[in-house]
């Protein structure tokens, strides 16, 4: 790609990532030449009409390469926005997703001091709440020591390393005390599911964050078993889950207990977010 403007070098790695099957090409283009060039992305129409130096258009056509292989832009770039702040991410947590901002707004729209987060993945659920209410403390656990990492380093970026317990733990089993909310975006696709997933996500995350190798309803079965011993009374549990999900998971919290049940829509108008309750 040397020896030819960044204008043109972009028009022909869209046309590499269309023709690979990659789903808005253009945008993947313009982002990867940004990173390329160790620029912002709203810089890049500036740089357009100039000559792309060599050491630039080695990276980029690297980038392109791996981007028409469907590694997904935020490993490639190491970060990820999400809900108006960046998070490192790689291969080795999930991404954190725009609908998961419904759990945050539902979070946020009631008080809370203490707030366990259930599968903490990058941090994002966690480090979001605890940044946007500076009194708070929070603990988050994961299964995956390498998501314990990144979400332990992404709350120290956002500098609420020091109101963040971040640990290694099954489900609730290194969970003490009680909590006024309890978050949690678990694994929730079913196995059978996980064919039909774009290969940015089937081959670039880690399983043990999309499935729980079942019917997809399995981590709501441990919340809803542990959540009662772990809230405090009047206390909230909200749970991310897939669009077909709302009536399972909501009979399971009831089953066990909790009450005050909703079901909250994304942005998309599908099923996202349901809350529960522990009776007072
Ligand atoms: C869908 S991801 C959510 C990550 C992050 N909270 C987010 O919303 O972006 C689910 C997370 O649950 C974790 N997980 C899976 N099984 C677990 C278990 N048995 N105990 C604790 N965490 C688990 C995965 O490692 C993964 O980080």
Redesign the pocket.
Known sequence: MSGQTAAKAMVAATARLRAAGVPDPARDARLLLAHAARIEASRVTLIAPEDLAPEIAERYDQLISLRAIRVPVSHLVGERDFYGRRFKVSGE??D??PE?ETLIEAALSAPFDHVL??????G??LVTLLAERPSATGLG????EA?CLQASANAVLHRVGARADIRR???FEAVEGRFDLIVS???YIALSEMDALAPEVRQHE?E???TDGGDGLG?YRHIAAGAPDYLLPGGRLLVEIGPTQAQAVSRLFQAAGLSGLRVIPDLDGRDRVVVAYLPR
């Open positions: 947590v999930l954190p997703r998961t987060d259930l599968g903490v993945g990058s994002a659920i656990v994961d299964l995956s998501a733990s099954d489900w975006n678990p694994p880690p043990l964050a999309l981590a």
